[in-house]
C-alpha cells in the first residue's frame, strides 16, 4: 500500500504545540503519539480527536491536565497529523481505527484511564472501555455521538457537503467555527495535509459513520456502537463529566443530552453556549471544571 508520511518541517513552531510525537506500529503503519506528564501518574488521559482535526485540537487542555500531574496520551488517528496517511481511501474502516486505538491502549499499557473524547474520538472511543473496562475509571466526554446507526438530517448534511470537498480547507473550517482563532492556528489544522493526496482520510470518515439507513441495519460499526451504548447504560461504574458546545448544530444540545441519558451517572452537562462542534477550542475551562468534578485539581 502507498503510505504518506508529512514533512516534519510543516510541524515546526505551531502556536501553542511544543509537543513532540513518540511514535508507535501498527499494522504497517506509524503512529504519531504525543505522551506527556510523568509516566507513573496516577492518572492517565487519552485524548482522542475525530475528523478533519489532530492533536492540536488538544492544545488548551493538555496543559490543564499536565499542571495537575497528570499523563496525557493524545494520538493522532492513522491518516491525520503526524501519523502515516494510506493514499487509498479504501484503507479505512470503522474495525481498523478501533484496533488501532484498542493496540495503543495495550502497547502503552494505560491503567486509571480519563477517557476525554470528542467527535470521531467519541464514536471510536466510547467502544473501548467496554473490551477492557478494569483500565478506565473516568470519561470526559464532548459533542460526539455512539455508533448506533442513527444518524441526524443535520449529520447527513454535513456528509454531503463533505463529498463535494476533495480538498478540504480544513484550518478555515475550524476557524469558521471559532472566529477569534489566528492565522498561524488556522494553519496548523491544515500542517498534516500539504496537498489533496495527503487527505484521503477526510474524504473517507464521513462515510465511515454507522448510517443503518445507508449500510443496514448490520452495517459496518452498527453492532458494536449498540454494545458500547449497552455498556454505558447498564455496565459503567465510573465517573463521568460532560461538557456541550451548544453551537454545534449536528452534535450539539439534543443529541449529547440524550447521550447523557445514556451514560449510567452522567451528571448535568456544562453547556457553553458560545461553543461549536470543536468544543476544545473553548477547552481550558472545560478541563479545569472535569478535573474539580474527578477530585483531580491542584490547589
Same mark, same amino acid.
Not at 17 to 26: D, G, I, K, T, V
Not at 47 to 71: I, Q
Not at 83 to 110: C, I, N, W, Y
Not at 113 to 124: K, P, R, T
Given at each position: 500500500?502507498?503510505?504518506?508520511r508529512?514533512?516534519d518541517?510543516?510541524?515546526?513552531?505551531?502556536?501553542?504545540?511544543?509537543?513532540?510525537?513518540?511514535y508507535?506500529?501498527?499494522a504497517?503503519?506509524?503512529v504519531?503519539?504525543v505522551?506527556e506528564?510523568?509516566?507513573?501518574?496516577?492518572?492517565t488521559v487519552l485524548c482522542?480527536?475525530?475528523n478533519?482535526?489532530?492533536?492540536?485540537?488538544?492544545?488548551?487542555?493538555?496543559p490543564v491536565?499536565?499542571?495537575?500531574?497528570?499523563?496525557v496520551v493524545?494520538?493522532?488517528l492513522?491518516?491525520f497529523?503526524r501519523?502515516?496517511k494510506?493514499?487509498d481511501?479504501?484503507?479505512?474502516?470503522f474495525?481498523?481505527h478501533?484496533g488501532?486505538?484498542?493496540d495503543?491502549?495495550?502497547?502503552l499499557?494505560l491503567?486509571?484511564?480519563?477517557?476525554?473524547?470528542?467527535?470521531?474520538?467519541?464514536i471510536?472511543?466510547?467502544t473501548?472501555?467496554?473490551?477492557?473496562?478494569g483500565?478506565?475509571?473516568?470519561l470526559l466526554?464532548?459533542?460526539?455521538?455512539l455508533?448506533?446507526?442513527e444518524?441526524?438530517e !443535520?449529520?447527513?448534511q454535513?456528509?454531503e457537503? $463533505?463529498?463535494?470537498?476533495?480538498?478540504l480547507?480544513?484550518?478555515r473550517? #475550524?476557524? %469558521? =467555527?471559532?472566529?477569534?482563532?489566528?492565522?498561524a492556528?488556522a494553519a496548523?489544522?491544515?500542517?498534516?495535509f500539504?496537498?489533496?493526496?495527503?487527505?484521503?482520510?477526510?474524504r473517507?470518515?464521513?462515510?465511515?459513520v454507522?448510517?443503518?439507513a445507508?449500510m443496514?441495519?448490520?452495517?459496518?460499526g452498527i453492532a458494536?456502537g449498540?454494545e458500547a451504548?449497552?455498556f454505558?447504560?447498564?455496565?459503567?461504574?465510573g465517573?463521568?463529566?460532560m461538557?456541550i458546545?451548544?453551537?454545534?448544530?449536528v452534535?450539539g444540545g439534543p443529541?449529547?443530552?440524550?447521550?447523557?441519558?445514556t451514560?449510567r451517572?452522567?451528571p448535568?452537562p456544562?453547556?457553553l453556549?458560545e461553543? !461549536?462542534h470543536?468544543?476544545q477550542?473553548?477547552g $481550558?475551562?472545560?478541563?479545569?471544571?472535569?478535573?474539580?468534578?474527578f477530585? #483531580?485539581? %491542584? =490547589?
Amino acid at each position: 500500500m502507498d503510505i504518506l508520511r508529512t514533512p516534519d518541517e510543516r510541524f515546526a513552531g505551531l502556536p501553542g504545540w511544543p509537543y513532540e510525537p513518540h511514535y508507535l506500529q501498527h499494522a504497517g503503519f506509524r503512529v504519531a503519539v504525543v505522551d506527556e506528564g510523568p509516566r507513573d501518574a496516577a492518572v492517565t488521559v487519552l485524548c482522542l480527536h475525530g475528523n478533519p482535526s489532530w492533536s492540536y485540537l488538544w492544545r488548551h487542555m493538555l496543559p490543564v491536565f499536565t499542571a495537575a500531574g497528570l499523563r496525557v496520551v493524545a494520538p493522532d488517528l492513522i491518516g491525520f497529523g503526524r501519523s502515516d496517511k494510506p493514499l487509498d481511501e479504501t484503507a479505512h474502516s470503522f474495525a481498523f481505527h478501533r484496533g488501532m486505538l484498542l493496540d495503543l491502549v495495550e502497547q502503552l499499557d494505560l491503567h486509571n484511564v480519563l477517557l476525554a473524547v470528542q467527535d470521531w474520538g467519541g464514536i471510536l472511543g466510547l467502544t473501548l472501555p467496554m473490551a477492557v473496562p478494569g483500565r478506565y475509571t473516568r470519561l470526559l466526554v464532548m459533542n460526539t455521538t455512539l455508533a448506533t446507526g442513527e444518524v441526524g438530517e !443535520g449529520f447527513r448534511q454535513w456528509r454531503e457537503y $463533505a463529498r463535494t470537498q476533495p480538498d478540504l480547507a480544513v484550518g478555515r473550517l #475550524l476557524r %469558521r =467555527g471559532k472566529r477569534d482563532m489566528s492565522e498561524a492556528e488556522a494553519a496548523a489544522y491544515d500542517a498534516p495535509f500539504p496537498d489533496a493526496r495527503h487527505k484521503a482520510a477526510l474524504r473517507a470518515f464521513p462515510d465511515l459513520v454507522p448510517d443503518a439507513a445507508t449500510m443496514g441495519p448490520d452495517g459496518p460499526g452498527i453492532a458494536i456502537g449498540r454494545e458500547a451504548a449497552a455498556f454505558w447504560r447498564e455496565r459503567w461504574r465510573g465517573e463521568s463529566f460532560m461538557a456541550i458546545g451548544t453551537g454545534d448544530p449536528v452534535l450539539g444540545g439534543p443529541p449529547m443530552q440524550a447521550l447523557a441519558r445514556t451514560i449510567r451517572g452522567c451528571p448535568p452537562p456544562l453547556e457553553l453556549p458560545e461553543a !461549536g462542534h470543536f468544543v476544545q477550542e473553548w477547552g $481550558a475551562p472545560i478541563a479545569r471544571a472535569a478535573l474539580e468534578r474527578f477530585g #483531580l485539581a %491542584r =490547589g
